[in-house]
């Protein structure tokens, strides 16, 4: 049923929801690999509850006013020394804007460059809640397919050749979502040599960056940037925690300003609470230590799921090998729709929770793949999972 004066782009669609696989994977019974959640057992609770509690006392009542919609420049400094660490890039923190979340900082992409129909480019798979905001903006997509090692650069040559004025590709290059497969150095520089032939931005969307477990660290795209195309996206919701809903975006002089103009506009300003405990977080804890402890937890976890993986899936079914992040990838035979067998036998007969390749396409035309998540569910129902998982696979 349509919802009575609402835009056409916001009139409820009859497909799969994701709030429907959410629903299915808070259910008790069910095993979910569906949601990309953090372990909780990772959470600085404790030191962000003291964190909490210190800021407010310090500030006194002027916490709880209207303050600067950038965010308090000692957590910008603090954001500025960490993608130094992470990223190999020295930025200023004039140059990075405070969002509710990574989330917001992709919306705020999307409304700063997006009429519609304007052409972007997106990976094939990619992050959903990209899709979801970039298509606020109903723009033309332009998907690039993903191999093990990033975007196929030869095919988004083709796209470039044929539709020259692209605003943008979007890109997840570390530890992709859904994929988990990380871009390669040498795809990173090709990327930035079309974005400088062809004039198009760089939307480098790494939250999951800090978080390798083996192998080495490939340059940020942003480093390697001399010319300002790239903008740079990332978050503590994967690193501290997603209920702080902290996000930054770093970008050149002028389009902080043009991002300033377009926060302003959707909220005023961060949470300065959470903002300023954040900052006493990092004033009094060793974040570097924190995410080597996230990563030990995530790397066993990762270790286990690909062990089940290799010992239960049926041989028809391929996968992926993270070398970190969230996330790993199946590819069933390409006459399956794995959207159709999670609300059929998945749920119905193993309870296994998972988010279908459908939703993670621009095109919404490739169905015979899925995203399973590591980090969130215990050893014991990995292990469970993939069995109860492999043996719907094997009858397929």
């Not at 959410?22 to 008790?28: G, K, S, T």
């Not at 990033?150 to 040559?157: N, R």
């Not at 230590?289 to 066993?300: F, L, Q």
């Not at 970190?324 to 067998?341: I, M, N, T």
Request: charged residues 20%; glycine residues 6%.
């Amino acid at each position: 049923m349509a919802i009575l004066n609402a835009s056409k782009r916001h009139q409820p669609n009859t497909g799969l929801k994701m709030t429907d696989l959410f629903a299915q994977a808070n259910q008790a019974n069910n095993i979910s690999f569906g949601m990309g959640l953090p372990d909780e057992t990772v959470f600085p609770s404790a030191a962000l509850q003291k964190a909490f509690t210190q800021a407010i006392a310090q500030e006194g009542a002027d916490i709880f006013q209207y303050h600067s919609t950038q965010g308090p420049a000692s957590l910008r400094q603090k954001i500025a020394a960490m993608t130094k660490t992470y990223f190999g890039l020295t930025a200023s923190a004039e140059q990075v804007i405070l969002t509710q979340g990574g989330q917001q900082a992709i919306d705020m992409v999307g409304r700063a460059f997006l009429d519609k129909n304007d052409h972007i480019v997106v990976e094939g798979p990619t992050y959903m809640g990209a899709l979801e905001a970039f298509d606020s903006y109903e723009p033309t997509y332009h998907e690039v397919p993903v191999n093990d090692d990033g975007m196929d650069i030869a095919h988004l040559k083709q796209i470039l050749r044929q539709f020259p004025d692209i605003k943008f590709v979007y890109t997840v290059p570390d530890f992709q979502n859904p994929t988990g497969v990380t871009m390669s150095l040498a795809k990173r520089k090709a990327l930035l040599a079309l974005a400088e032939e062809y004039d198009f931005y760089i939307i480098e969307d790494s939250p999951y960056r800090y978080l390798r477990y083996t192998g080495d660290m490939v340059p940020s795209i942003a480093s390697l940037d001399t010319s300002g195309k790239v903008i740079l996206i990332s978050s503590f919701s994967k690193i501290l925690s997603p209920a702080l809903r902290t996000g930054w975006l770093i970008a050149n002089k002028q389009l902080i300003a043009l991002f300033l103009d377009i926060k302003s506009a959707l909220d005023v300003q961060p949470s300065q609470i959470s903002l300023l405990a954040i900052d006493q977080f990092l004033a009094e804890n060793n974040i570097d230590e924190h995410i080597r402890a996230v990563n030990a937890v995530y790397k066993d976890k990762c270790a286990t799921m690909v062990h089940y993986l290799e010992t239960y899936l049926p041989a028809h079914v391929q996968f992926t090998k993270p070398e970190g992040g969230f996330f790993l990838w199946l590819s069933l035979p390409e006459a399956q729709d794995a959207g159709k067998l999670l609300l059929g036998p998945v749920l119905q007969e193993a309870n296994v929770v998972y988010v279908p390749s459908e939703i993670q396409y621009a095109s919404r035309q490739i169905k015979n793949q899925l995203r399973l998540n590591f980090t969130y569910p215990s050893h014991e129902d990995i292990k469970d999972g993939i069995m109860r998982l492999a043996q719907v696979l094997k009858s397929i």
